[in-house]
């Protein structure tokens, strides 16, 4: 599998290289990717990021995945694309408004809806649960309450 990404800050070239993911313009990105996977946090830059112009430059056998942020795709865009099998498909985990409202989403035939689950694998719980403890001891080591006890 080739791997494309893009992204508006420049990724670190040792983690394209460990992927063998080769960094290209977002069109090309649209115009060559089977598949497309979003994971980007909400910002103003992200936000509706993907909308219609995006969705028609997209290969019509497409599969459209966000699991990064529910603004980030442009809900109306994205009904409008699948309806009109501008793309093949999405899976989404993410929606602007949690749960999501629009029952348009619900008829498509073509998209596959998670109720924001993608991070909770065993092995994503097991590295929050790291990160936690080692902030917390990272705050003993910075305060004196540690120095007292």
């Known amino acids: 599998m080739k791997i494309l ?6 990724p670190k070239e040792e983690l394209l290289k460990s992927f063998k993911a080769e ?15 979003l ?14 112009e995006h969705f028609e430059k997209m290969k019509k056998t497409c599969i459209l995945v966000n699991t990064s942020r529910g603004d980030v795709i442009d809900e109306s865009a994205l009904i409008k694309a699948l309806k009109e099998k501008r793309i093949r498909g999405a899976a989404i985990d993410v929606f602007k408004t949690e749960p999501p409202k629009n029952e348009e989403l619900f008829k498509l035939e073509n998209l596959v809806l998670t109720p ?8 994503a719980q097991l590295n929050a649960g790291i990160s936690v403890a ?7 080591n910075q305060t004196s309450i540690l120095k007292k006890l």
């Open 39 to 52: 994971h980007v946090p909400s910002t103003p830059e992200t936000t509706g990021m993907f909308s219609t």
């Open 23 to 37: 960094l290209v313009q977002l069109d090309y990105l649209l115009e060559s990717s089977d598949f497309i996977s």
């Open 116 to 123: 924001h689950i993608a991070g909770q694998t065993a092995e």
């Open 5 to 10: 990404t893009y992204d508006v800050i420049t």
């Open 134 to 140: 080692n902030q917390v001891l990272e705050f003993f």
